[in-house]
């Protein structure tokens, strides 16, 4: 499996940005997806997940009601929508596909990763 995220970029606080994610190769209906990332000097953190099959989605505390995680099975695509964007949410962002079961928000519970994508909010 291979996945390839896009979409960040610079944007001022109070902004919004779209990354998706593309995954490629046999794409099992009982993957989990996340959204990790990673600010210089922090460690990698999980931002969102959600199942392959779209029964459940889950997020960290610190982006609830500002991102939304959706996918289209159809074109092996996974997105985070990000809303009212602060300048502590800038950070690579990474997409990641495993089995992590109840340890989804540990990253080296995940098989893939993306290469990663670069979001910058400016205050």
């Known amino acids: 499996v291979q996945l390839q995220a896009s979409g960040g970029g610079l944007v001022q606080a109070g902004g919004s940005l779209r990354l998706s994610c593309v995954a490629s190769?046999?794409?099992?209906?009982?993957?989990?997806l996340s959204w990790f990332r990673q600010a210089p000097g922090k460690e990698r953190e999980f931002v969102a997940g959600i199942s392959w099959s779209g029964y459940s989605t889950y997020y960290a505390d610190s982006v609830k009601g500002r991102f939304t995680f959706s996918r289209d099975t159809a074109k092996n695509t996974v997105y985070l929508d990000m809303n009212s964007l602060k300048p502590e949410d800038t950070a690579v962002y990474y997409c990641?596909?495993?089995?992590?079961?109840?340890?989804?928000?540990?990253?080296?519970?995940?098989?893939?990763w993306g290469q990663g994508t670069q979001v910058t909010v400016s205050s």
């Open positions: 990641a596909a495993g089995y992590p079961g109840s340890s989804r928000l540990d990253p080296t519970k995940y098989d893939y």
């Open positions: 190769g046999r794409i099992s209906s009982r993957y989990y």
